[in-house]
T-cell receptor, first 116, second 114 residues
Framework: GAGVSQTPSNKVTEKGKYVELRCDPI?????LYWYRQSLGQGPEFLIY????????DSGLPNDRFFAVRPEGSVSTLKIQRTERGDSAVYLC??????????????FGEGSRLTVL | DQQVKQNSPSLSVQEGRISILNCDYT??????FLWYKKYPAEGPTFLIS?????DKNEDGRFTVFLNKSAKHLSLHIVPSQPGDSAVYFC?????????????FGKGTKLSVKP
């Protein structure tokens, strides 16, 4: 597809369950980012991949959160032992590493996670 | 402690008039400032950016002004159109920070009335 694709668009789970959220970036974009947007807040940085490696994971809130990008394209955000406070929209974005305007990220529509 | 602040949660403007969205920041160690626009059920889309070494950047109807001494930036939309109705986020990137590690404000919801 032409844009960043995220699945599922909505996920409802119970407290304590494991969740995976998937992101398919724009073809050719080497950089991939995960953000989280809670109600009434702006997006909050979680992790940034350059290729297959996590170049900056300083935003992951704790060790229940983990993300992978094994082939340098699709990424999966994994949340273990979900808590009600994890409820948010999880946004994925991608970008080219060269050219373009600095900081210009292309966001997907997000995955809305609700933890009951 | 919020490093990027958008103190107005909402703004209503008449079509054809100027919209001015404001953003304040507390950290002097930002090298780029950006504005993103978000429609309901969509991801944010990039609008315009400005380097910290500039004080103005213009792109069509959109102009961003940066006042470093006041740690303040603003986005001007002239003339405003109903299609501009959306939530606008101000964001900043730290010097030496990774490209996509942006700090966002809480957003301002702009409503442009026909």
């Amino acid at each position: 597809g032409a844009g960043v694709s995220q699945t599922p668009s909505n996920k409802v789970t119970e407290k304590g369950k494991y969740v995976e959220l998937r992101c398919d970036p724009i073809s050719g974009h080497t950089a991939l980012y995960w953000y989280r947007q809670s109600l009434g807040q702006g997006p909050e940085f979680l992790i940034y991949f350059q290729g297959t490696g996590a170049a900056d994971d300083s935003g992951l809130p704790n060790d229940r959160f983990f993300a992978v990008r094994p082939e340098g394209s699709v990424s999966t955000l994994k949340i273990q032992r979900t808590e009600r406070g994890d409820s948010a929209v999880y946004l994925c974005a991608s970008s080219l590493m060269s050219g373009g305007r600095s900081g210009e990220l292309f966001f997907g529509e997000g995955s809305r996670l609700t933890v009951l | 402690d919020q490093q990027v602040k958008q103190n107005s949660p909402s703004l209503s403007v008449q079509e054809g008039r100027i919209s001015i969205l404001n953003c304040d920041y507390t950290n002097s160690m930002f090298d780029y400032f950006l504005w993103y626009k978000k429609y309901p059920a969509e991801g944010p889309t990039f609008l315009i950016s400005i380097s910290s070494i500039k004080d103005k950047n213009e792109d069509g109807r959109f102009t961003v002004f940066l006042n470093k001494s006041a740690k303040h930036l603003s986005l001007h939309i002239v003339p405003s159109q109903p299609g501009d109705s959306a939530v606008y986020f101000c964001a900043a990137r730290r010097y030496g920070g990774s490209q996509g590690n942006l700090i966002f404000g809480k957003g301002t919801k702009l409503s442009v009335k026909p």
